[in-house]
DNA sequence: AACCTGTTTGTGTACGTGCACAAAGATAAT
DNA sequence: ATTATCTTTGTGCACGTACACAAACAGGTT
């Protein structure tokens, strides 16, 4: 039980004081270079780990963190990924902070403009970005960067940033992971239906993209020989929608599983369950209440958790720790993947409300 | 944003000194009834949740705990589960707690009788058990409730006692689970093997029987009508396994699929591969490092993680939060089981590590 | 009333850290 | 040498909580 080291500690061993010792410890300068090279050769040697909570206690300042995603009443998606990012402020109570919800609508790029544009106006100490569209999030990212403005990311990576961190699921694995478990449920001889959504504008980041590359990889892998047909979808125009699948399942007989590449899986289980289409087999994502019911009611047979919830606490939780100790975090981090089924998807529910880490 | 609520507020809202407020929130008596009402009113409408990073700033006592659990050395599984009660313990650091770890041989009864006893004789504040023999168990856990010293459980629960809460996989859905997913990769007129490992003495209380039950209830509930066989394990002569496994599979050419219901799956995984049985699939429990090995080139094709790194951490945090703070927590708590494949078993290991939260 | 005894209440300090402010040196200008 | 200015260093307080200790009160006995 090795005892804990304290500013005081490591002061009386540089023989200075406690106040030279945290002003190298914040970069706050007017300290001399001999004072400093006794402080930081002390600090080697020491290990010092700042107690956050303490930090906290005596903390004057307040920090503006903008927190900017899609609408979260586009799904409970971004809820949950706002609920983690809630978490983590609770558990850093005693610390100050500001939080700012910046959202756009995920299918209109002005409206991702506007708010970006306000984010620089605002000038926060630190902003959470759940992206979208490509070229608006690379300047974002630029214009943060040129202000030392730190920022992560949550969903998803944009390339051509750099951002503190980024938390996001493998889209790339949990497409692969998809199609390898659709095939598992089908028969040797069954069709494969992919369905995506419709993106207006042109945003090369995103997420289905890059589970489609992922499914498709997987079939050719798996020497998969027989048809894939793709389903598009629009988020909008439901009755459209009912429409296309009506004409895609009575012309496609030979589709026995469909993997759903966004999170309104449980459309198309509606659409099965209310024509009594009982031999279809699905995998999708997203834990979303309806997704959780089709799940429920077997119509869904796996469902792929991200975590949404997990990335929204760590992208706060390393921006936090960032501020207030200078704390440089693993920059790439994928979530894990958890394949959830009608048995276990109970308790995946309770642990991510219990997850009050 | 709300502003937090201090002792100090509540003393003046009720009119008395802090002094009060903390005697009454930490029972240490010597309060007048017209003070102690005065203050629980106000507490009752406050709602205080008091910090206990900064209780553990000023406390002085030292917790002794102990931990009790199999040997760590029998297997990965208890050592993450140790390693999440060092997570927690490294989360609390200003609380000042001694932890003793007292392991016993999970196949010898006298050894369990022996730690059990040295337990009774230290007196600690509070005990973490990882039960293992039934009524050895029972009576600890009634001695202790005796004295008063709060316990909690990890990896299974023992009927009959009265933990302040317990963490533990659902090992009867374990073994569903493990049998619906087995079905899924196995020819439909293919019979299933169940190996589980022999024990000596009695112990209903073990993880392995719900696990079966849960096993065979799903079979029986898919109507399964091929012959399900049973192969009996001894953890010790690796000799006398080798030549059970031969025996049985060269008997029972019809079982293309295998459950393991103890963390050994990868004994039977390195048989197969050395006798290249290429035709039968494996759905395992337990990250143990062979078993990971036996997943990432493909003979184990789905393995169950119960977090055993998450049941430690939170028996532990569970205990402190009831020592300092009084929290009773929820006593029934099981874990997610995550369904891990070739494809995430490394977003999941990368996960473990890093939940550092 | 004066004293003792036991109960109830209030006050003050320590914990580790951030930060404001005062004190002490150092350098330059008069 | 004195003063002014700037740089460097040290000191002390606040934060919220636990707990030790002192003060105040109540009741009973002489």
């Known amino acids: 039980m090795k005892k804990r080291i304290r500013i005081k500690d490591i002061a009386a061993q540089a023989g200075v004081s406690p106040g030279t010792v945290d002003r190298i410890l914040h970069n706050r300068g007017n300290v001399s270079e001999k004072a400093r090279n006794a ?12 107690n956050i909570h303490l930090s906290g206690l005596s903390l004057k300042k307040t920090y503006e963190i903008v927190i900017t995603t899609p609408h979260a009443s586009h799904g409970e998606y971004w809820e949950s990924i706002h609920n983690g990012i809630r978490e983590a402020i609770d558990q850093h109570e005693s610390i100050h902070i500001k939080t700012t919800y910046l959202t756009y609508d995920q299918y209109n790029i002005y409206s991702c403009q506007n708010v970006f544009t306000q984010i620089l106006i605002l000038m926060p100490d630190a902003v959470i970005i759940g992206p979208t569209f490509k070229d608006e999030t690379i300047e974002l990212a630029n214009k943060l960067a040129e202000k030392n403005i730190p920022f992560t990311f949550v969903d998803s990576m944009v390339e051509g940033t750099s951002p503190l961190a980024f938390y996001s699921a493998n889209h790339y694995i949990c497409g692969y992971l998809m199609c390898k478990l659709l095939k598992s449920l089908i028969p040797e001889s069954s069709d494969i239906g992919v369905l995506q959504a419709i993106r ?3 945003q090369s980041a995103n997420t289905s993209i890059l589970r489609r590359k992922g499914a498709y990889d997987y079939l050719t892998e798996a020497n998969f020989s027989n048809q894939i047909h793709t389903i598009q979808f629009s988020v909008y125009e439901a009755q459209g929608n009912e429409d296309k699948m009506n004409e895609f399942f009575s012309s496609h ?5 469909v993997i759903v590449l966004n999170s309104r899986g449980n459309v198309v289980a509606n659409f099965l369950e209310k024509n009594k289409i009982n031999d ?11 997704n959780i019911c089709a ?3 077997g119509r869904i047979n796996f469902l ?11 992208a706060m939780k390393t921006l936090l720790e960032y501020l207030i100790l200078q704390t440089k975090p693993k920059v790439e981090n994928y979530m894990p993947l958890n394949i959830v089924t009608k048995e276990t998807i109970d308790l995946q529910l309770e642990f991510n409300f219990l997850k009050k880490i």
């Open 39 to 50: 402080v930081e050769e002390v600090l080697k040697q020491v290990g010092y780990r700042p």
């Open 200 to 202: 207006i504008g042109d």
């Open 253 to 257: 007989p030979n589709v026995k599983g």
């Open 280 to 290: 279809v087999r699905l995998v999708c994502v997203d834990l979303t209440k309806p």
């Open 295 to 297: 799940l429920k009611n």
């Open 304 to 314: 792929i958790d991200q975590n949404p919830d997990y990335q929204g606490y760590m």
